[in-house]
């Protein structure tokens, strides 16, 4: 175990315990990279307070995606230890625990519990990740078969964060908890970058970034190159060989589809910075970092048209329908437009910065106060 030191100590001290055990080891995903990049935020939101954070892993090669940290080693969350989990973290004396997750094992808990919900996704979808161990896909789709195994956690914890305001009145509408709901939001991992100088309205390329699980419905974006001609789409992730062979089964005749296979950092910021817009025709989402960290970049987007990217991209975004191939073809083609390329390239810009990881960090630290305080209350 390692240990940082505050330069500043108060008392008493808030010992807070941040699970980050769903932390990838080789490359981040959509719930890792949320978790590292909350982390980092949090680490430098507390320097000088009364909050010592401890960061739980379950593996070490995750360090190398965390930034530098103290941090303890226990199980790993999807094993059957995790139901005595609580009892370690009891041990170790933890005021307060968070997780990235809602699934952290509670029982017998003496510490606050607060639980994060990033999308209600897959209770209309639930085909679980296929990297996921058969054992974990199958109480992946029990799990999702009512949303009572999910109030019995929630229920279990003190508070719950969500990652977006969309994800909060999803929770309020299935009546999903009866404890306090606060959204510490996703964000961009990078800040805005300069204004753009070079107007691509005339290059006639697209970028998707994302999965391939049927709500992402990337066949629509296919399809709709019927009504594009001249146009590429490059397809950027990683994607096994029987679902790449589905998707080019749809490619209309002469339309241009490349698979990259998964890319670099720097070969995906190259094709950004070449594209007329970034595109996705996600049916539903948790937040959409791809479409945020594109905006960022002052790459235009073009997205369905769900309640989450009018959260995240305001009007700064093309809009469509995600079941119509032809509404697709159309926002994309509104931004052939030079003067609306560049007004929207710059709306974006603006627009990403509304999401911050600061701030996040920031309510966070308002959530774990408001959890302490009223667990010492409550004696």
Known sequence: MSKSTNSLHLSPRLSVFYDARFTRTTHHDGISRYGSCLLSALLTAV??????????????????????????????????????????????GADVVFSTMQTMGS???????????????????????SDL?????????????????????????????????????????????????QVVSNAAEVPATAARTVNRHDANTLIYMGAFLPYKNVEALIRALEHLPGWTLHIASRIDGRREAQLRALIPGRAKVVFHRGISDEVYARLLEESTALVTASREEGF???????????????????????EIAAEAAEYFDPEDPQSVAEAITRLTDAGRWAEQSAAGQRQSQVFDWTKSAESLVELIRSVAANRESDG
């Open 107 to 129: 029982f017998g808990r003496r510490y606050g519990l607060i639980l994060t919900v990033h999308d209600l996704i897959y209770y209309s979808h639930p085909k679980p990740p």
């Open 288 to 310: 959409g970092l791809p479409v945020i960290e594109a905006m960022a970049q002052g790459v235009p987007v073009a997205v369905s048209d769900i309640p989450i990217f009018r």
């Open 47 to 92: 320097e000088g307070t009364e909050i010592d954070v401890t960061v739980i892993i379950s593996d070490q090669a995750q360090l190398a995606l965390l930034p530098d940290c103290s941090w303890i080693e226990l199980n790993d969350p999807t094993s059957p230890a995790e139901v005595t989990v609580a009892g370690k973290l009891n041990a170790l």
């Open 133 to 181: 161990p058969l054992p974990i896909r199958l109480l992946w789709r029990a799990y999702h078969l009512s949303f009572a195994p999910q109030r019995l956690l929630l229920n279990r914890a003190d508070a719950v964060a969500a990652v977006s305001e969309t994800t909060k009145d999803l929770i309020a509408a299935h009546r999903l908890t009866d404890r306090p709901v």
